[in-house]
């Protein structure tokens, strides 16, 4: 059986002050394996986004349902830890504090929630930072505590929507590397909505594409890339022809999306 | 001048106590030089003798004392209710929904208006003068509050659901924690509101505190003491004001840009 099944999902958002529907997704199934690292890829306003939190359970979906373990997603849940792309770190608490904010939800004791604070601390490498606020830190530390935050729970999946889409180049090719070895380490179920190609190829083991608005998957690509992997991987042939193959699928939906917009 | 840049601490003191001097300057200037009438402005000096007389002969401490405590008793009583009325208004629509309309009409309701109605009911001791406070202060403290409550990130309430909190956990550790740096401004705003109704309330029916004592100069057209008087509430609002701002640094440091 599948970790987390999505079964003909479908969202439409009603019309503003009687103003036509907004078909935001098409039906949409896609079964997650135990484990799998999955990134969804798709242009701008496909509804990835929605379909991402629909998962978690901030949104309802107008049919279909999505069922975890076998169980029906009905609201949002300490299983499901999420990333966003906003930075959404609680500006009163300190790094520890964030990291600590479900493990304390969940009444664990004092001490054990401080040995999973320090080991999610050194897991995203930021000993030293224990003790301050989010405004004193780089748009890449917070992520990396939002990270930290969401794992530190022990979520059965974790959904990251475009973590890394607001930090620059260099930072986000780290971050990459750090959530990959991560995954490698703990394996962890993932699904991960980026609309950057390479950042799509080099996180997964499947992309899934998605079609302009109206969402729906497109096609999906295996991606049987060797682990542990490096940055540079991103310069090998391998790499260059699922690049090539994805960009193309990409582009037509890009240029379809132009065409509505 | 370059628009919005910043200036250096010690030239922005020197400016800010450049307009008191000036201010001073120009009043000196207006009576001590005979351009107005003794009758209607007394000059500083006059006033600062005035203030003197009072504090040693007419036990002005007391008035600012009586003063000092209707403001704050009135005020802490307003905010016991209106802030926690508020923080259920900002987290809970139906509520908002039951009490919001009420609560915007009843704050254009003048509080110094309810004075004549409030002596009627409650006579003129010390209830009326704390009733006209609280009638004040209430219905702005509780819509403020409510709109800062309502004003949460939705994103942070997003995050903390998807990190297991329910409703409650998120009204105490989201809602609650992320308004407070505002509701305490809210609280400094309307203090110094405050300030205002109960010179109002102690100038009908009060038989102490600084409006009374400002009417009664009134009747002895005595403008030094009046003008003293008038001072001595700025400087006192003034005092709160930075009690104020200094207790919020200190309470909500993750607040300061």
Known sequence: ?261 | MTPLKPISRGRRVALGVAFFVAFVAAWSVATLGGFVSKLFLADPLTMLHEGWLLFVKYGFLKDIGVTVWRVVGGFVLASIVAVPLGIAMGAYKPIEAFFEPFVSFARYLPASAFIPLLILWAGIGETQKLLVIFIGSFFQIVLMVAMTVGATRRDLVEAAYTLGADASGVVRRVLLPSSSPAIAETLRLVLGWAWTYVIVAELIGASSGIGHMITDSQALLNTGQIIFGIIVIGVIGLISDFAFKWANQRLYPWAIN
């Open chain 1, 1 to 261: 059986m599948s970790k987390l099944a999505i079964e003909n999902v479908a969202r439409t958002f009603p019309g503003v002050r009687g103003g036509a529907a907004t078909v935001a997704l098409q039906p949409v199934s896609l079964a997650v394996a135990d484990n799998d690292f999955i990134t969804i890829l798709g242009p701008s306003g496909c509804g990835k986004s929605t379909l991402l939190r629909i998962v978690a359970g901030l949104d309802t979906p107008t049919a279909g349902r999505v069922l975890l373990d076998g169980i029906p997603v009905k609201a949002p849940g300490a299983d499901r830890g999420m990333v966003f792309q906003s930075y959404t770190l609680f500006p009163w608490l300190t790094v520890g504090e964030n990291i600590a904010f479900g493990l304390r939800e969940k009444r664990m004791p004092e001490a054990r929630q401080k040995d999973i604070v320090a080991r999610y601390v050194a897991r995203v490498g930021l000993e030293g930072f224990e003790h301050h606020y989010p405004k004193m830190l780089s748009g890449g530390m917070q992520q990396r505590t939002a990270i930290a935050r969401a794992l530190a729970n022990d979520p059965k999946i974790l959904l990251l929507d475009e973590p890394f889409g607001a930090l620059d180049n260099q930072t986000r090719g780290l971050m990459q590397e750090l959530l990959l070895g991560i995954w490698e380490a703990e394996t962890k179920t993932v699904l991960f909505v980026t609309h950057d190609i390479e950042e799509a190829i080099f996180m997964a083991n499947r992309v899934v594409v998605m079609s302009a608005r109206p969402g729906r998957l497109k096609a999906e690509v295996a991606v049987s890339l060797p682990h542990p992997r490096h940055y540079t991987l991103k310069t090998t042939p391998d790499f260059s022809a699922l690049k090539a193959r994805l960009t193309e699928e990409i582009r037509v939906e890009a240029l379809k999306a132009v065409a509505v917009a």
